[in-house]
T-cell receptor, first 112, second 112 residues
Framework: GAGVSQSPSNKVTEKGKDVELRCDPISGHTALYWYRQRLGQGLEFLIYFQGNSAPDKSGLPSDRFSAERTGESVSTLTIQRTQQEDSAVYLCASSPIFHEQYFGPGTRLTVT | GENVEQHPSTLSVQEGDSAVIKCTYSDSASNYFPWYKQELGKRPQLIID?????GEKKDQRIAVTLNKTAKHFSLHITETQPEDSAVYFC???????????FGKGTHLIIQP
């Protein structure tokens, strides 16, 4: 079946611009996660959505980051006033049951 | 919060030999430990996982062992093949809402 999909695959933006990243989870997966992976580094957890529960935003790096999810479908991660340190690959994962997470291909964000 | 240390950062082995990657975690309450394989420019892929009620799990040439007392777990790959070359990440978590805490990764190189 279809895996997790993300768009765009690549995004180049100028410092100070806003960007919106999209994640389409696997159908039926109730949980959705966002992670950030800096070049040559491990993955850093950002935020988690489960059903209609309000997400815990404490993992977001700054108040320039926000995320939304409508029900158990698409999620968007928005970064306002982008900075060069925001350059990274942003990965989304979805999960059918407790813990097993399946990742999308990521969005490579470059802030110039 | 949880902290995961992973060693070595780079591991080079001869084709056909075994490879072992080790991780330690800090939160004794963590109960789920997955391993991901990430090829260059690709998404992380779940290759094996273990829960805290199990000491060892095998799947063909790969196995994971968990020592809860020492708070460490290891990935074992036997009869290594060129396609095993990739970056491997370990991770740990207690609750779905905490996301996964990842190690910094091990670059496994299989020498022909």
């Amino acid at each position: 079946g279809a895996g997790v999909s993300q768009s765009p695959s690549n995004k180049v933006t100028e410092k100070g611009k806003d960007v919106e990243l999209r994640c389409d989870p696997i159908s039926g997966h109730t949980a959705l996660y966002w992670y950030r992976q800096r070049l040559g580094q491990g993955l850093e957890f950002l935020i988690y959505f489960q059903g209609n529960s309000a997400p815990d935003k404490s993992g977001l790096p700054s108040d320039r980051f926000s995320a939304e999810r409508t029900g158990e479908s698409v999620s968007t991660l928005t970064i306002q006033r982008t900075q060069q340190e925001d350059s990274a690959v942003y990965l989304c994962a979805s999960s059918p049951i407790f813990h097993e997470q399946y990742f999308g291909p990521g969005t490579r964000l470059t802030v110039t | 919060g949880e902290n995961v240390e992973q060693h070595p950062s780079t591991l080079s082995v001869q084709e056909g030999d075994s490879a072992v990657i080790k991780c330690t975690y800090s939160d004794s309450a963590s109960n789920y430990f997955p391993w991901y394989k990430q090829e260059l420019g690709k998404r992380p892929q779940l290759i094996i996982d273990i829960r805290s009620n199990v000491g060892e799990k095998k799947d063909q040439r790969i196995a994971v062992t968990l020592n809860k007392t020492a708070k460490h777990f290891s990935l074992h790959i036997t009869e290594t093949q060129p396609e095993d070359s990739a970056v491997y990440f370990c991770a740990a978590t207690l609750r779905a809402g905490d996301g996964l805490t990842f190690g910094k990764g091990t670059h496994l190189i299989i020498q022909p």
